[in-house]
């Protein structure tokens, strides 16, 4: 179980080494941001949603939101169902870096997959489906 828990994390910190200059560049976004990003547009619209879904503490996620907002990647604005709370919405200038950024991702991860022969590819996406089975993830 280690081994597997340490190259998950090998994996993911070897892949955000490799998209986190690109994305920095060419979008000014890292990681979290782009997960707050992608987060807003799939409804997740309001600050405590975000703080729950993506397990980032309010007042960290209140620091990041602000950069946000600043890059004009996120307004915010209040709901109109009920004006003491505040939505967020990603602007057009926040979709267009985080699908750039979403491009930059799937070049990176499509570069490191192309090393796999097609046998060992088909192995591994088999595997993540198995791992990924919510009624696997219950019933052990």
């Not at 560049?25 to 997960?35: C, I, M, N, W, Y």
């Not at 997740?44 to 004009?72: D, F």
């Not at 796999?116 to 595997?127: D, G, I, Q």
């Amino acid at each position: 179980m280690s081994s597997f828990l340490g190259g998950v994390w090998q994996l993911n910190r070897r892949l955000k080494q490799l998209v986190s200059p690109a994305l920095a560049q060419e979008t000014a976004l890292d990681l979290q941001r782009l997960f707050i990003l992608k987060a807003i547009e799939h409804g997740a619209v309001y600050p405590k949603q975000l703080s729950s879904q993506l397990g980032i503490i309010p007042t960290q996620l209140s620091r990041l939101l602000e950069q946000l907002i600043a890059q004009q990647y996120v307004s915010r604005q209040f709901d109109p169902a009920d004006s003491r709370r505040t939505r967020l919405n990603v602007t057009d200038a926040g979709t267009a870096a985080a699908t750039l950024a979403s491009q930059i991702i799937r070049r990176a991860i499509a570069e490191r997959m192309n090393a796999l022969s097609p046998e060992r590819l088909a192995a591994l996406l088999t595997a993540i489906d198995v791992l990924t089975d919510t009624d696997f993830l219950e019933h052990p």
